[in-house]
């Protein structure tokens, strides 16, 4: 696991366009919510005292009255929007599944999302497979629209086992908290906690693992079928569990390093004048590029995990394109 994400490193770093593509993609998806949200930010602050204080740090009077009336993207704004705080909100809202229980407007612009990305990845899991790939951002999109139905069927299977993961949790968690009525000890009841969040996330990232091989069994050999891509996938999972499970705590492993320079450069307050704005910008862009290099990074490696194992051809034209 260990060689094959040095191998998807090695073909990440090898295509930048495809960085770039993912990028724009990214920026184009937030871009609209980040203009609704600053527009309401700046009504709220108007010419107050307020916009002062959260220059300098955090008004938490100015926030409790805005929270009290947002409304849609407006409760998407809390204190732990930046930062560490951020990502680790988001870990526990992709747990235990309250990350989708946000406004119907980001809902939507999360399923636009979902399309574009899968009108990327196919053409980037091509690129990453053959040696003979179209290369550039228009190849990568063009390649993609190959399989672009194919993808968004199995987007569709993977919602559903997504939400019987969930189902699951809330089950354990209803258990739990019924045998815990009449306990004490605090640290017993943490620790059961942890465990079942722990099992929710290592079946989360089984899904995950087992539709991100659907992909890649649909691109390297062409599978029309959606259904049994999506048990291919599981089966190369379950036959492959250590390197496969292995490969994605790796990657999330490396992770930690960037998300740790992230915080240390990032400032705490944004310093007057736009050379504090431009700052503030660019270290938030370069955790967002670093997550991505590390994302398309497990692709890459997850596609060469699979060729190896079942020795696919390494040029497209073997397979009668």
Request: charged content about 15%; glycine content about 12%; hydrophobic content about 55%.
């Amino acid at each position: 696991m260990i060689g094959a994400a040095l191998r998807g490193l090695g073909k990440t770093l090898g295509s930048p366009g495809l960085i770039l593509a993912a990028w724009l993609l990214t920026v184009l998806a937030a871009l609209p919510a980040t203009v609704a949200l600053g527009y309401s930010l700046q009504q709220s602050f108007g010419h107050t005292l307020a916009a002062e204080k959260m220059a300098e740090g955090f008004d938490t009077g100015w926030y409790g009255e805005f929270s009290e009336d947002a409304r849609g993207i407006e409760r998407a704004f809390d204190p732990a929007i930046s930062g560490v705080g951020g990502v680790l909100a988001n870990l526990e809202g992709w747990a235990d599944g309250s990350i989708v229980q946000i406004s119907p407007g980001l809902i939507g612009l999360a399923v636009v999302f979902v399309l574009a990305w899968a009108l990327f990845l196919g053409g980037a899991i091509e690129r990453y497979a053959f040696d003979d790939a179209r290369r550039g951002i228009a190849g990568a999109f063009a390649a993609g629209g190959r399989y672009w139905m194919r993808f968004v069927r199995l987007a569709v299977l993977s919602g559903v086992a997504y939400y019987g993961v969930y189902r699951f949790h809330g089950w354990l968690m209803d258990r739990v908290e019924t045998r815990l009525l009449d306990v004490t000890e605090e640290t017993r009841a943490m620790w059961t906690t942890l465990a079942v969040y722990a099992v929710t996330a290592l079946l989360l990232v089984t899904v995950r693992a087992c539709f991100d091989y659907a992909k890649i069994a649909i691109v390297v050999e062409d599978r029309k079928s959606a259904l049994l891509s999506a048990v291919q996938g599981a089966a190369f999972v379950i036959t492959h569990p250590l390197s496969t499970l292995g490969l994605v705590l790796v990657i999330a492993f490396v992770s930690a390093g960037p998300l740790a320079l992230y915080v240390w450069l990032r400032p705490s307050v944004v310093t007057p004048g736009w050379g504090g704005v431009i700052w503030a910008v660019a270290v938030g862009q370069l955790w967002i590029v670093a997550r991505l290099v590390l994302r398309l990074t497990l692709v890459a490696g997850q596609t060469s995990l699979y060729r190896t194992a079942s020795s696919s051809p390494t040029s497209s034209v073997n397979r009668g394109r």
